[in-house]
């Protein structure tokens, strides 16, 4: 690895906590948490978003209430997960992740019995939003067991192998939703939601402790001062904002996707859930390289590439959009090759932003989770706002989101250069 790839924060900068050199770190624990079980944790989340997206145009129907009124069961998702992530990443810092996960899958449980149970589009937001709080300790803790594991680079490329799994969750999500719909209605998809549940909470308990460490970080004091230390760091809010914009151009898609396929070209769900299929796959190719080659061409080589092609995609979706007549093919091929780049950045943005404090990386990882979902709702109501069916609202959102990823390079490099 080269010096240029190593993330290392400016001693100018006085730390609230005083960070280990990499090469003096604790040795990794005795038992290292099985990949599968990692993947399904991190999937959780993603899956039990994407699994009620194709129903939003259905629910809009059943319930009485304009789409965007549906769809904020999305946009409220996001939000939960926001805030969920900024609170589980401290206190898995404090109180050990298994703790925490286990608690975080209760709260999963509880709010995906609400959303079967929800009498209302109202209650079934707030449900939603539960639901979402619960589900993204999966997301959190997996990255920071897997930093708590491996050192920089390898962590890169084990969240790369862990995220190429998890594409499999939101692949079959909308189609498995979408079935479960049309053949016994929308709240199925939120029973086959308390049933993950309920087989992941049991399979969480094999999972060991991993923090080598416990951080004091008593009460909202101490997680607001964690999160100071890190946005103090300059190559921290780089990284950050990579992940953030990145993830903004997929939610701007996912908003846009629904209205313009069934409204905008009269396709049914199920074939939205059969295209969507293709940006999986790409996205879990994209992992697949970063988990390959990562360690081998280094951090921020990998990051650069995955950024090129994404921006590339979000370019031609603007291209094509504006100058083709709109198709199914037009609309999400270019959105296929943001997803392959996606899965090559993403991995190694995250890598870098949570190693910048290694003994900080739960706080780190549900920090820039958090970013990354709450700019993620922001996206989905910009998009639906924008998107009147053709998908050029849709794609001009999905370029602005590339162009921050963009800026948010030049200023990493720019840390770097500063540090020397």
Known sequence: MSPRDTVHENPAHENLVREKPEGLASPPPRRVPATWLLTLLMGLGPFSMQIL?????????????????????????????????????????????????????????????????????????????????????????TRAIIRDVFPRDQAASKIGFVMMGMTVAPMLAPLLGAELTTAFGWRTTMLACVGFGVALGLLALRLPETLAEKQPLPGLAGMLRAYWQLARIRSFRCYAAITTCTTGVFFAFMAGAPRVLMDGMGYTPRAYAIAFMAISVAFGGGSFLAGRYSARFGLARMLRWGLVV????????????????????????????????????????????????????????????????????????????????????????????????????????????DQG
């Not at 703790?99 to 939603?128: D, M």
């Not at 700019?375 to 162009?403: P, R």
């Open 310 to 417: 994404s921006s590339a995609g979000a370019v031609l979706a603007v291209l094509g959009q504006a100058l083709l007549p709109l198709s199914i093919v037009v609309f999400f091929l270019p959105m296929t090759i943001v997803a392959l780049g996606n899965g090559v950045s993403q991995p190694n943005a995250v890598a870098a932003a949570v190693s910048v404090k290694p003994q900080l990386a739960g706080t780190a990882s549900g920090l820039v989770g958090a970013l990354q979902m709450g700019f993620g709702a922001v996206m989905t109501l910009l998009a639906s706002a924008v998107e009147l069916g053709s998908g050029i609202g849709t794609a001009a959102t999905m370029a602005g989101c590339a162009l921050g990823a963009q800026l948010a390079l030049r200023g990493a490099r720019r840390a770097r250069e």
């Open 53 to 141: 997206i194709p129903s939003l145009p259905l629910l809009a129907g059943i319930f009485a209430v304009p789409y965007a009124t549906a769809q904020m069961t999305l946009t409220i998702y996001l939000i939960g997960i926001a805030l969920g992530q900024l609170i589980y990443g401290p206190l898995s810092d404090r109180y050990g992740r298994r703790p925490v996960l286990l608690a975080g899958l209760a709260i999963y449980l509880a709010g995906s019995l609400a959303a079967l149970l929800a009498p209302s589009i109202g209650a079934l937001t707030l449900a939603r939003a539960a639901q979402a709080a619960g589900g993204c300790a999966g997301m959190v803790l």
